[in-house]
């Protein structure tokens, strides 16, 4: 059967593998992957102010042999990159976390699973290739729980904790009603929809199971069906957190600890006081508060206040090799991917970020080629033009 293989080698850039994705996936899916919260004002500023960064083109700089490996975190990374946490990964292609674990671990890369992740993260560990596995957590009322999943990251050996603190409760996202992914009759058009993409019904809706939260199957047993996933998290994640309730956190796990969500100055000093190892610059792909800065505005003067007393990371608008070096000159030490590496998943599986990776560090290579950096940590604000107006 067709099942809407892509052919890797017609993709010649991370927008191609969008395109491939809105072709295989069933909307209720691309919509999920593609949409922001309320007019996604946010979604475009991300991608738009990212992209309006100028490089400043340096040439005749000996720049024969690069050096992408960057150290973070205890471990040399060979590319300044990791795969960021994707909810319902596992939807975008049959067990689909496990696929895009051993994409990144293949080459070195960190994988981060999300908690709400269809795969649980011992399958992951089982089928991925050995490599750097993170997970990601959310903050959930039942604490008792989270200190089992924190325990479960442990015993799977993730190297690093990421701790998403910018889902206090799901931003509103239009196009999840609209397409069906909520809502009262979400279920029949998922089912409609889906017959319309015979490819991914077989390989992932009919193939594919269990469509369970991986993860939270210890404490939800039945329940952790996708039917009402959105409502789910509505129901559990907890507003009350505060940043004093974090100290147990940092008590629990003694491996790096690293906050994403992070948008404010301020939010980054406290970060660094309660002694984490690290911060995701995010608005969370422009996802949650509509309306606040993009990630590229908000970067550099976060990264100037606390660069210096833990690793600053950056995720939200990167589509492409260049992206990933303008958020390391804007103060970044290294950049989470996000929407990316799920369309090259939907599109082609593992062997689709694998291809991913390759273009990505391709286009790394010219534009610090072009820029006259030979290594990743001399990327800074002097390869820019300009910088962006903070707003
Ligand atoms: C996300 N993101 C996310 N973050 C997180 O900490 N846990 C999660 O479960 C999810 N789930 C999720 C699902 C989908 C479909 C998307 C697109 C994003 C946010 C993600 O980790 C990252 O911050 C953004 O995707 C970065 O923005 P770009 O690069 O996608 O624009």
Redesign the pocket.
Known sequence: MDDGVTRMDSIVSASHFREAARRRLPRFLFD??EGGAFDEQT?DA??ADLRAIQLRQRVLRDVAELDLGTHLFGRTHPLPVML????IGGMFRRRGETLAARAAHRRGLAFTL???SICSLREVRALAADGPLWF?L?VIRDRAFMRDLIEGARAAGAEAL?F?VD?PTPGIRYRDVRSGMSGRYGPMRRVLQAMGRPGWAWDVGLHGRPHRLGNLEPVLGNASGLDDYIGWMAANFDPSIQWRDLGWIRELWDGPLII??ILDVEDAREAAALGADGI?V?N????QLDGVSSTARALPAIAEAVGDRLTVLA????RSGLDIVRMLALGARGV?????W?YALAAGGEAGVARLLDLLEREMRVAMTLTGVSKVSAIDRSILTDLPDER
């Open positions: 999920y992957a979604l991300n991608v960021g946490p994707i909810g999300s908690t709400v990601q959310y990421v998403t889902m994403k969500g995701v995010s969370h792909g422009g996802r995720d939200s608008g990167v989470f991917l996000g929407r990316a799920l």
